[in-house]
């Protein structure tokens, strides 16, 4: 009887291995060298937009935050941000300097940054939408620019912080 179990089971564990469209199997050599390929442009993409994105952010806080009605001021928070564009690409220079010629290095170095990234942009996407919505149909603005400014900040530091504070074992329990 057990035996005959088996025979059912092995039948049926083939059967539904040949439905799957795609093969689960331990990574390939043609698969780590594409990883290995990719992970050097997309770090200095993933580096120069998040440089990008955190210049622009900064300014347009202090922006939203001090309403500059000079020349002066305006030009003054853009060499803010124009700072923090520079400082931010400094930071992954020397990091991805050190970790260049490993592969798994770099691309766990930008990981946290690319994360950063998609969050604050989705974040700020989503909250403009839904203002964009609610004005359509109600001809009032929800709520300015801070607050779309403060959500995309708190997405990004979120993301950026990620795995560094375990969130993703935490939340995985309640999101199954």
């Known amino acids: 009887a057990l035996e005959r179990q088996l025979a059912a089971f092995d039948d049926q564990s083939a059967i539904v ?3 799957l469209p795609i093969q689960f199997s331990e990574p390939t050599a043609q698969t780590i060298a594409l990883r290995a390929r ?3 442009p997309a770090a200095i993409f993933v580096a120069a937009a998040s440089s990008l994105a955190a210049g622009a952010w900064l300014s347009s806080l202090l ?3 001090l309403k500059p009605s000079t020349r002066g001021e305006r030009t003054l928070l853009a060499i803010i941000g124009i700072a923090a564009v520079i400082g931010v690409a400094v930071l992954h220079v020397r990091t991805l300097r050190g970790s260049w010629r490993s592969t798994p290095a770099v691309s766990r170095y930008i990981a946290p940054f690319a994360r950063a990234l ?3 942009v989705t974040m700020f996407g989503a909250l ?3 203002r964009l919505g609610w004005f359509s149909i109600a001809h009032t603005e929800p709520f300015g620019v801070m607050v779309r400014l403060v959500g995309a900040g708190l ?3 979120l993301g950026l912080g990620w795995r560094s504070w375990g ?3 935490r939340l995985s329990r309640w999101i199954g």
Do not use: D, K, N, P
Request: no cysteine.
């Open 118 to 120: 998609l969050g604050g």
């Open 155 to 157: 997405a990004a530091v």
């Open 167 to 169: 969130l993703h074992r």
């Open 128 to 130: 403009e939408l839904v």
């Open 38 to 40: 990719l992970a050097r």
């Open 63 to 65: 922006s939203a935050l």
């Open 17 to 19: 291995t040949t439905m």
